[in-house]
Nanobody, 119 residues
Framework: QVQLAESGGGFVQAGGSLRLSCAASGRTFSSRQMGWFRQAPGKEREFVAAITWSSGNTYYADSVKGRFTISRDNAKNTVYLQMNSLKSEDTAVYYC????????????WGQGTQVTVSS
């Protein structure tokens, strides 16, 4: 099993920044991808960003390109999401997830952390 622990959410004014962290524990998978998703009230969960662990390749939703940066710390088995120039529409619960057998589906999910951006 894999456990994911997110942290770093909070309340910030528009234009501000936050950094989310997601620490993975338990089993590790060499061919994995870790990603961030978000779900706003009344909306479907959507993809935000992802990083393939072995190659370091990164992927972003168009809505966050140029503002958000995903990165990883191999030694800490942790993935980060640096969020800059936040907008009110970024308000959501942010979830960390692992695709343990990438390019397979995301099969482990964290509990989520709330990000609220005031305009």
């Amino acid at each position: 099993q894999v456990q994911l622990a997110e942290s770093g959410g909070g309340f910030v004014q528009a234009g501000g920044s936050l950094r989310l962290s997601c620490a993975a524990s338990g089993r590790t998978f060499s061919s994995r991808q870790m990603g961030w998703f978000r779900q706003a009230p009344g909306k479907e969960r959507e993809f935000v960003a992802a990083i393939t662990w072995s190659s370091g390749n990164t992927y972003y939703a168009d809505s966050v390109k140029g503002r958000f940066t995903i990165s990883r710390d191999n030694a800490k088995n942790t993935v980060y999401l640096q969020m800059n120039s936040l907008k009110s529409e970024d308000t959501a619960v942010y979830y960390c997830a692992i695709a343990s057998a990438y390019p397979g589906p995301y099969d482990y999910w964290g509990q989520g952390t709330q990000v609220t951006v005031s305009s």
